[in-house]
């Protein structure tokens, strides 16, 4: 196409939508079909509502666009977060757009290849610390709801009918209401534990020096090495920080005795203390248990169920925050807005060819459709926050590198 789009523009001053049609979506390769255009059409995008986008491509509805035009017609295409759409005028009216765009894709493939090995690849991730942080959120608000109030027992073995009755319902609710509470106190002891680890490790790959970026194999085993190791030589690998992390500091001791405590639950070691519920004993076949405050049955469930207990649980809970918040203050006030942007994106991203991580998908301009959030809230009350689409690419500018 050379020069102005004379019979687009006549559409598009007219108005006239009766020889125009429309294919959405086009069934085409989006990337080759994009090489295709800029190897052929424009270096750019050109079309019309690349032209009138505000900010980056992916705040927009529509992300890009191109209008080709001859004698014969025009052709406007244009990508969304979705699909490929596309409308269209020629002159034949058994004109394929799609059989068009398919056709020239097979005949300019290599070319077509070639300038897609030059695009930016960027290697998409789960974000694991974004996840469990999730995890850890949704958790406690379902702990903090549990009942767990223990049942009034009669006073005297001898009780009637009604009381023994009412006793019953209370206990099923109670032992309900703490199985619950066991399978949520204990995964919450777990995830906050992984939050951490994931925490930390994130922000090493983030923000890791150029040299250990150079050398995957130490980078590999440093990420891999004991929790406390990590933490303690986090100013040597990462090029973030404004201080060294303090080992004495109270969230960084809380979050060793978290970990500590994930690996026996996850390795089950019979002889360490968490494991164990206490002693009794025996003179031959007679019991001698010591008094408990509840009755047996009572005191079996607690003994069973509640282990953790709550106070452990909630400890865990505000551990990993304490450790994420305490490591986040360490962080240069030049990049920390950049960087706290970057860890919380789910998923994450590497751009492979500048060897910087990356933010490429936002919920908003992911889906200019979804009006159904405006209400939304998260289960502690919360609401979900979005923020505008970043750059593709990371605007962290590494300290020292």
């Known amino acids: 196409m050379a020069g102005k789009p004379k019979r687009f523009f006549k559409f598009v001053s007219s108005k006239d939508m009766s020889k125009i049609k429309r ?4 069934n085409v390769d989006v990337i080759k079909l ?49 699909i490929i759409e596309a409308i269209y005028e020629f ?89 619950k509470f066991h399978t949520l106190g204990k995964s919450m002891v777990l995830n906050a534990a992984f939050q951490i680890e994931s925490f930390l490790n994130l922000l090493i790959r983030v923000g890791c020096t150029q040299e250990l970026k150079d050398f995957q194999e130490i980078l590999d085993k440093y990420l891999r090495s004991e929790f406390m190791f990590r933490v303690r030589n986090l100013g040597f690998y990462v090029n973030l920080l404004v201080s060294n992390v303090d080992t004495k500091h109270q969230a960084i001791k809380d979050a060793n005795e978290l970990m500590i405590l994930r690996n026996k639950y996850v390795h089950f070691e019979e002889d360490t203390a968490h494991n164990k519920i206490g002693e009794v004993s025996f003179d031959c076949a007679f019991p001698l248990h010591t008094i408990s405050k509840d009755r047996p049955a009572i005191d079996t469930i607690k003994q069973i169920y509640h282990r953790p207990d709550f106070d452990t649980v909630k400890k865990a809970y505000e551990t990993t925050n304490n450790f994420v918040s305490y490591i986040q203050s360490l962080i240069h006030p030049k990049v920390k807005k950049s960087v706290l942007f970057v860890l919380e994106q789910n998923p994450i991203s590497y751009n492979e060819l500048r060897g910087v991580y990356s933010s490429i998908f936002n919920p908003v301009s992911l889906d200019f459709f979804n009006i ?30």
Request: proline share 6%; aromatic share 12%; glycine share 4%.
């Open 372 to 401: 159904g959030n405006k209400e939304k809230k998260y289960e502690d009350g919360s609401r979900p926050t979005f923020k505008p689409a970043q750059p593709a690419t990371s605007c962290i500018k590494y300290l020292g590198g």
């Open 91 to 179: 002159d034949d009216d058994d004109f394929d757009l799609v059989k068009f765009f398919n056709e020239n894709i097979n005949s300019h493939i290599k070319p077509i290849l070639a300038a897609i090995k030059r695009f930016e690849k960027h290697t998409v991730y789960i974000n694991h610390y974004k996840s469990y942080k999730e995890c850890v959120r949704s958790l406690w608000a379902q702990i903090q709801k549990i009942d767990l109030s223990v049942p009034t027992s009669p006073t005297n073995h001898l009780s009637n009918e009604g009381e023994l009755e009412s006793y019953h319902k209370e206990v099923k609710k109670f032992i309900k209401n703490s199985i």
């Open 23 to 26: 294919v959405a979506p086009v």
């Open 34 to 82: 994009y090489a295709l255009l800029k190897l052929k059409i424009s270096d750019q995008p050109n079309g019309f509502y690349t032209l009138l986008s505000e900010g980056r491509p992916l705040d927009n509805m529509i992300w890009w666009d191109f209008i080709l035009e001859s004698k014969r017609g025009f052709i406007q295409v244009w990508r969304t977060p979705h």
